[in-house]
């Protein structure tokens, strides 16, 4: 049986006429070139040049299907957990604005009561305070 090689150019050569040419030059080009033994053990890269169309269709749509779905399941995987912290990252934000929304409260209270106080201690006769039920401006020392 014949045996054909494929010249890095792209030429292919039976043995007979790879033997009349000179070594690491192409008997068509003339350009330097190296050879391969075309065979079953050929790199799959370079068998696919001696694929019919159809069955190259058939193998890359094939693989082009697991890696879109591969794909796909793993975009899904991202999304979910993406989404799943976006609804923690929610749920803190609405605690710690209900908690801000408490303190401002408490501190508006206080600022209130605050303020009576020091409006009644500034009320009294010599800024003392006075005993309860008194009226005299005897002071507290």
Same mark, same amino acid.
Request: aromatic share 8%; charged share 25%.
């Given at each position: 049986?014949?045996?054909?090689?494929?010249?890095?150019?792209?030429?292919? &050569?039976?043995?007979?006429?790879?033997?009349?040419?000179?070594?690491?030059?192409?008997?068509?080009?003339?350009?330097?070139?190296?050879?391969?033994?075309?065979?079953?053990?050929?790199?799959?890269?370079?068998?696919?040049?001696?694929?019919?169309?159809?069955?190259?269709?058939?193998?890359?749509?094939?693989?082009?299907?697991?890696? =879109?779905?591969?794909?796909?399941?793993?975009?899904?995987?991202?999304?979910?957990?993406?989404?799943?912290?976006?609804?923690?990252?929610?749920?803190?934000?609405?605690? =710690?604005?209900?908690?801000?929304?408490?303190?401002?409260?408490?501190?508006?209270?206080?600022?209130?009561?605050?303020?009576?106080?020091?409006? =009644?201690?500034?009320?009294?006769? &010599?800024?003392?305070?006075?005993?309860?039920?008194?009226?005299?401006?005897?002071?507290?020392?």
């Amino acid at each position: 049986t014949s045996c054909f090689s494929l010249t890095n150019c792209g030429h292919v &050569y039976c043995d007979a006429c790879l033997g009349k040419g000179k070594k690491n030059e192409c008997l068509i080009c003339k350009a330097p070139c190296r050879t391969v033994l075309l065979s079953k053990h050929t790199d799959a890269d370079i068998q696919a040049f001696f694929m019919s169309i159809g069955s190259l269709c058939k193998k890359y749509s094939r693989e082009t299907s697991q890696v =879109s779905e591969f794909q796909e399941k793993h975009r899904k995987r991202l999304l979910a957990f993406y989404r799943e912290k976006i609804s923690r990252l929610e749920e803190s934000l609405r605690k =710690s604005v209900l908690q801000i929304e408490q303190l401002q409260s408490m501190r508006s209270s206080q600022q209130t009561t605050f303020s009576t106080m020091k409006s =009644s201690v500034s009320t009294k006769p &010599y800024g003392c305070l006075l005993p309860p039920h008194s009226s005299t401006p005897d002071r507290l020392e």
